[in-house]
């Protein structure tokens, strides 16, 4: 057959899912394809969805693991709501993924995985490729992946288990083929990956590459391919990256910029992870890291270096959060700067490790015993928790106070085209620490930021004591009713001294009008994309992201005033909206999804039309 | 001492006046902490580090309160946690002296984790650990170290968990300096702390203390004037395992059992020899589970061996990292391995 009956069709944007077994590689094929997507380029966001159990057993519907890859001609905010293309390699990922593939949708399925055994493991009675109606709602491509993987290797010398283990690059070849990618790309990474050690793995897996990008264009598969143009992306120099990378950059910049090293302690703990193993390996940036022993001695230590002069950091999920809520207090009354990331997953409890959520934010509030507040800031995209990463330091220095950055699993683990900023237009963070020449007073109060100036260990003539208990302005214990109620006030003030630095809100829209729709966190790409789509329709309805949560901006309160309905999406029960209703007293309506999952750009968009017509 | 060598040295003539602070020390009247305040106060000065190198953090309890009497830079932390605050600190500045002062009940209950960690780690600090056997703070309830049977508020007919050892915790950690000390003989303890802050490591060293309001007179079968010559060992190293009066009992061993044998009649070479610096924790085992009733309660440096510190190694490979690939810029930082460019 000739190429030219493989005719393209123009797409604004597609979302491709690619779902299997956790061993079949998923991650690494979504990994490539957004890596060739982005190159294009094309905007684009991603979404991995993996199990918790590392290696569930083979076939089952616990061991699914997914990965989707959202990229487009124009702005791209979300992973997607529905895949256009869902890519499966056995009967448990079908199970799993189909219900979310558009009607029409292509399914390309690996049919030498449909076994008896394997339908059985996927609650399969029967087989549903041989199902007509599946046949007639979507686009369904079977092809024997594993056989023509397998084939394509019949003179390679690797063993028949190590040619089983290609055949996720002739599913990624073949879909590279659908939407017209190149491949080179991936061949590079191949090569980079295992040319040197393993040449005959990087051999079978090129060999096994192409292959799959030959069958489409060699035989009569689809007729459908598509082709998303190069996307309108503003000038300059651009790399991908995921949330938990950005927050350690970040951090670490956010330390050169205060002149001071970087100390962060972590344990590992799901999604946080990632951050810690990314700064273990940038020690020649002057990053120290510490796997500590439990989550109290990871803020512990992270609260040592601080005392000490430099930049203690510390990042956990959920369960770790309610650990270090002690060392939070002490952090804070001792009035030392200190960065707690929480990278939130489903809770209560062990929750669900792997899938995200919102629901730490009255913890982040209020999670600790005492007055005891301390700034807050989320980040809204996986490229913005470097600026929230950084902020957090900001803060953290200027007021010497603890600063929680939230992030979450969706963020941390997303990926998406960061435009590299200039270093140059980083501010300076810089704080001095007290001057020995002067009498110190631990105490004593910087009268615009009401934060105290630190002296530290080495310091001639500066040596002090600070601890838990109470103290008066001088750094002396105290019991006195009068100075607890002043410290308690001050220390709230100084907080709330925060906002004075807080930038007005950005909105998309109008600053007035009849709805707004109000977000926080990783949200802000499904509020936005929802509400540009809903004023492209000529909806009266505007939205912003709320990056302050405590101190929240000073421009709030107004923007609120300006509009009939405030809806409030949110991924856990209704805490911002909780928190604006009684801060604000506005008739907020909250938008609630806690299904460890995003939310999708259609979920809001019904809630909006719904209100807009209630 | 290498890494605590002073960078500068304002005052090189510190006396104990100069760590005592203007606060009101406020243990009870009779408490131990007092002799052990005044013989850190006179062990600081003799160290050769200048003062404000000098770290004392503590948790919670009666001996967490310590840091507020030392003058010289002090943290008291949370209760269990120094040892993490500790770290943090030595960590960031390997030049510190570094101190951790926490109690049975800090350190080995809800501290436990956390010791076990800063001593198999060897973050080159130094602990003491107050034992008194008892919680004093919440005033009177039996701590891990308290013996079976102990009655207390909490315990009315008596405590049923086995006591913890502290020295064969730290042995079990691999702690490569565990030494003990007693409140009632300052002239040990100075002795004690001085070789303490010598080790380069982590240095654990236990005090017997005595609580005078809620477990009064628990160490006097030990070191009660009536008892210390015939129920105390002071280890010297290099020397013979000798106590009593005239040092004529002697410890021997018989196979892997150690006995008391009569020193004046022992056959030469019987009796054994201190040799703290064993690698093998056999011998070291022997000494942290000797004591009442059968056998006298070893006080002085148990163990110390050699091994590289935490922090050392820390920053050994952050300028491995240095030397290898450079000092970080922001164009590396920030680019990483991959870029595009969109004209």
């Known amino acids: 057959m000739s190429l030219s009956t493989h005719v393209f069709r123009e797409m604004k944007s597609v979302v491709v899912r690619f779902a299997g077994d956790s061993g079949d590689g998923m991650q690494i094929v979504g990994e490539r394809f957004t890596d060739t997507s982005v190159t294009v380029p094309n905007a684009i966001a991603t979404f991995p969805d993996y199990p918790s159990e590392i290696r569930a057993p083979v076939g089952t519907i616990a061991g699914v693991s997914a990965f989707q890859v959202h990229f487009g001609s124009s702005a791209v905010l979300t992973p997607g709501d529905e895949p256009d293309a869902l890519v499966v390699m056995n009967p448990a990922a079908l199970a799993v993924h189909l219900y979310d593939l558009v009607e029409g949708g292509l399914l390309i399925v690996n049919t030498a995985a449909f076994t008896p055994e394997n339908l059985e493991m996927a609650h399969y009675i029967t087989n549903p490729l041989e199902d007509p109606a599946l046949l007639k709602k979507y686009d369904v491509i079977p092809i024997d992946i594993t056989g023509l993987a397998v084939q394509a290797l019949k003179d390679s010398p690797l063993s028949n288990r190590e040619k089983l283990r290609t055949k996720n690059f002739f599913a990624l070849g073949f879909t590279y083929w659908v939407y017209g990618r190149p491949i080179e790309p991936t061949i590079d990474y191949i090569n980079s990956k295992w040319a040197k050690k393993t040449p005959e793995i990087a051999d079978a897996n090129i060999r096994v590459l192409k292959a799959g990008y030959f069958l489409g264009e060699t035989t009569e598969t689809t007729r459908n391919r598509y082709m998303v143009a190069r996307a309108e992306v503003e000038p300059g120099t651009y790399r991908k990256i995921s949330g938990n990378e950005a927050m350690a950059l970040g951090l670490i910049a956010g330390a050169k910029k205060a002149g001071r090293p970087l100390l962060f302690s972590g344990y590992p703990i799901t999604p946080a992870t990632g951050v810690l193993e990314t700064l273990a390996a940038y020690k020649h940036f002057d990053v120290k890291t510490v796997q500590a022993e439990d989550e109290i001695a990871a803020i512990g230590v992270a609260l040592g270096a601080s005392y000490a002069g430099q930049i203690g950091v510390t990042a956990t999920s959920g369960p770790g959060m309610c650990l270090k809520g002690e060392f939070i207090g002490l952090a804070l009354v001792t009035e030392l700067p200190l960065v707690i990331v929480n990278v939130q997953r489903g809770g209560p409890s062990t929750g669900l490790p792997t899938k995200t959520e919102q629901s730490d934010l009255l913890q982040a509030l209020y999670g600790r015993h005492g007055e005891s507040p301390v700034p807050i800031v989320a980040a809204n995209s996986p490229s913005d928790c470097f600026r929230a990463a950084f902020e957090a330091v900001r803060i953290a220095l200027a007021y010497s106070t603890p600063v929680i950055v939230l992030s979450d699993g969706y963020l941390a683990n997303g990926s998406e085209p960061w435009k590299i900023p200039d270093d140059a237009s980083l501010p300076d963070l810089s704080v001095p620490f007290a001057d020995p020449s002067q009498p110190y007073v631990a105490y004593a109060r910087n009268p615009e930021t009401l934060s105290r100036t630190l002296a530290i260990p080495g310091q001639v003539g500066l040596e002090h004591r600070i601890g838990g208990l109470e103290k008066d302005s001088s750094g002396c214990v105290s019991y006195d009713p009068e100075n607890h109620s002043e410290m308690t006030r001050l220390r709230a003030a100084k907080v709330e001294a925060v906002a004075k630095t807080i930038p007005p809100l950005r909105i998309t829209g109008e600053r007035c009008g009849k709805l707004l729709v109000i977000g926080w966190g990783g949200t802000h790409g499904a509020i936005t994309s929802a509400v540009e789509t809903l004023r492209a329709d000529g909806y009266d309805v505007s939205s912003t992201n709320v990056r302050y949560l405590n101190p929240l901006p000073p421009d709030l309160g107004d923007l609120l005033k300006g509009f009939d309905k405030v809806l409030v999406p949110e991924l856990n029960s209704g805490q911002l909206c909780m928190i604006l209703r009684a801060r604000y007293l506005v008739d907020a309506v909250s938008l609630s999804k806690i299904k460890g999952r995003p939310f999708k750009i259609s979920e809001i968009r019904a809630r909006v039309l719904q209100l807009l017509n209630d | ?343």
Not at chain 2, 260 to 267: E, F, G, M, R
Request: charged letters at 20%.
């Open chain 2, 1 to 343: 001492m290498a890494t605590e060598t002073p960078t500068i040295s304002p005052t090189p003539e510190l006396t104990r006046k100069d760590f005592v602070t203007t606060n009101d020390v406020r243990w009870c009247p009779g408490c131990g902490d007092y002799a052990i305040l005044n013989s850190l106060q006179r062990t600081f000065p003799e160290l050769g580090v200048p003062r404000e190198n000098f770290v004392v953090v503590s948790g919670i309890g009666c001996s967490s309160r310590f840091p507020y009497y030392m003058e010289t830079y002090g943290f008291h932390s949370i209760h269990g946690r120094a040892p993490s605050v500790a770290t943090g600190i030595k960590v960031a500045n390997p030049e510190l002296s570094v101190w951790i002062v926490t109690g049975d009940g800090d350190g080995l209950s809800i501290g436990g984790n956390h010791m076990l960690h800063l001593l198999r780690r060897n973050v080159n600090v130094t602990v003491l650990l107050f034992n008194n056997r008892i919680y004093g703070l919440t005033k009177g309830q039996y701590s891990p170290t308290s013996p079976v049977g102990t009655r207390t508020k909490t315990t009315p007919t008596g405590s049923i968990d086995n006591p913890l050892n502290p020295l064969l915790f730290a042995l079990g950690a691999e702690a490569t300096f565990i030494a003990r000390t007693v409140d009632n003989n300052p002239k040990h303890m100075v002795e004690t702390f001085k070789a303490a802050h010598e080790h380069q490591g982590v240095s654990f060293v236990e005090i017997m203390q005595n609580c005078v309001i809620f477990n009064d007179s628990a160490w006097d079968p030990v070191y009660g004037k009536e008892n210390r010559d015939d129920q105390m060992l002071f280890l010297d190293a290099g020397k013979p395992l000798l106590f009593g009066k005239n040092k004529d009992r002697g410890i021997r061993l018989n196979g892997l059992t150690p006995e008391i044998v009569d020193a004046t009649t022992a056959a030469p070479g019987d009796i054994l020899v201190h040799q703290p610096e064993q690698s093998s924790p056999l011998y070291s085992q022997l000494l942290a589970t000797m004591g009442l009733p059968e056998f006298p309660t070893p006080v002085g440096v148990i163990r110390q061996i050699q091994r590289p510190t935490y922090d050392a190694l820390i920053h050994t490979q952050v300028q491995d990292a240095k030397a290898k690939r450079g000092t970080g810029t922001w164009q590396e930082l920030l680019h990483g391995p991959s870029t595009w460019t969109v004209a």
